[in-house]
């Protein structure tokens, strides 16, 4: 959990040092037709550690605007054009290198595309999807929503240097 200046300051330490950094969002479900709510986290993923960044907590907007525009990491996710899109009516920035997972399957004649298929299929594990319709925006997460937002941006990382080492990116 990024909580502090000096969490931030590590964090973009490892960040900006990647070659690649698995990434997701996490907003609380909406219920009623036509509410919808914008992001609540941002989880990034390196090869040390995953960050888990509560966007109502402080400004991160340096950090993760930096991080979604610098053109030499490579940021994967999956399914990330909506995710972006709301991403950037919370923190402004011009993504470079941002990659779609389940386009690049597709490419490759996939039919199932997203994490928890693709992560079955070519890292072996199952990605439970237990804690997804939890309250995201919640001042103190639980254990398990922590688990579930950090193991969704470090699939995503995986899953490119699965795809990397195959040939498919």
């Known amino acids: 959990m990024v909580a502090s200046p000096q969490d931030l300051l590590r964090a973009w330490e490892d960040l900006a040092r990647e ?4 990434w997701d ?8 037709v036509g509410e919808s709510y ?14 888990i960044f509560q966007l109502a907590k402080m400004d991160f907007s340096g950090v993760l605007g ?8 490579v940021k994967p996710g999956i399914s990330v054009a909506d995710d972006l899109v709301k991403l950037k009516q919370v923190i402004p920035f011009q993504e470079a290198s ?3 997972l389940g386009t690049v399957a597709k490419r490759h004649g996939l039919k199932q595309t997203g994490l928890r298929n693709l992560a079955g299929i070519f ?7 237990g804690s997804k ?8 997460l639980t254990a398990q929503q922590v688990n579930y937002a950090a ?8 899953l490119y240097l699965k795809f990397k080492e195959l040939g498919m990116v």
């Open 19 to 22: 070659p690649a950094v698995g």
């Open 25 to 32: 969002t996490e907003t609380r479900p909406a219920f009623k």
């Open 38 to 51: 914008l992001p609540s986290l941002v989880q990034a993923a390196t090869a040390r550690a995953v960050y």
């Open 66 to 73: 930096g991080l979604f525009a610098e053109p030499t990491i």
């Open 98 to 100: 941002v990659l779609d």
């Open 123 to 129: 890292l072996g594990m199952r990605v439970t999807k």
């Open 133 to 140: 319709t939890t309250n995201w925006a919640a001042p103190k």
């Open 151 to 158: 193991t969704d941006a470090w699939a995503c990382r995986e």
